[in-house]
């Protein structure tokens, strides 16, 4: 039981450049996230997904996008990378509130990533 | 806006009871409070959480105020490995975890 693995771990891109950062999960979670952590700060929701084949915005979306066509994989997409979006990617799956479900998160270890 | 305050910093010797603050003065009745910690170069994980009554875990315990407007994360023993940054979350209704986690209170625990 692997939990949740993201892959890449560490990216370097240069300006414009595209790239994607894909999460798996192995617990059967309906639910996946995307966050970003800046230094000193705390984790900043980007987007995230209530189920196979839906995605909804978090509070930072501008320049991500992302796909969940399997229930087990949200990737996030970096269309043309901008410096802004250096950052340390977590990626994090839950349960639902639904019967003895707490909403527990649980996250991935992060994917450092780059942007020159 | 699902904001908590904590303090930036805390610190305790290794074996002793840590009581970390947390401050939620605008909690709505249904919001659960959460609390997650992040070690050094991981991600978050989930300590506890609860409503309005007081709770325990193999990690840690969580005593929440009767007005609801301040909880307090219990650790009982502080080691070493328990030096990370604590996460006081509030937790609205619905099925979606879209946590707002903030700064955090940054834990030292020393010899």
């Known amino acids: 039981n692997a939990g949740v693995t993201q892959t890449p771990k560490f990216r370097v891109l240069k300006t414009g450049q595209s790239m ?3 999460c ?3 617990m059967n979670h309906e639910y996946m996230y ?14 995230y997904s209530v189920g196979e084949g839906t995605t909804a915005k978090g509070e930072v979306p501008d320049g991500y996008n992302v796909s ?3 229930k087990q994989n949200f990737l996030l997409g970096l269309e043309s990378a901008a410096p802004s979006q250096t950052s340390v990617y977590f990626c994090a799956s839950s349960y639902g509130n639904r019967g003895p479900h707490t909403g527990e998160l649980f996250f991935g270890e992060g994917s450092r990533l780059t942007v020159l | 806006d699902a904001k908590t ?3 930036n910093s805390m610190e305790s010797n290794e074996e002793e009871p840590v009581h ?3 401050n939620h003065s605008t909690i709505s009745g249904t919001d659960y409070i959460h609390w997650y910690r992040q070690l050094p170069s ?3 994980e989930y300590v506890i959480h609860g409503l309005t009554s007081n709770v325990n875990n193999r990690m840690a315990s969580l005593a929440i105020a009767e007005d609801r407007k301040s909880s307090t994360l219990i650790l009982h023993r502080a080691t070493l490995r328990d030096a990370a940054v604590y996460y006081c979350i509030r937790k609205p ?9 903030g700064t955090g209170t940054r834990l030292q625990v020393t010899l």
């Open chain 2, 93 to 101: 209704t619905g099925t979606a975890s879209k946590l707002t986690f």
């Open chain 2, 42 to 44: 991981q991600g978050p």
């Open chain 1, 34 to 47: 995307w966050y970003r952590q800046d230094p000193g700060m705390g984790l900043r929701l980007i987007h």
């Open chain 1, 68 to 70: 969940r066509l399997k």
């Open chain 1, 20 to 22: 994607t950062l894909l």
């Open chain 2, 20 to 22: 970390l603050p947390c």
């Open chain 1, 24 to 26: 798996a999960q192995d």
């Open chain 2, 5 to 7: 305050t904590q303090p």
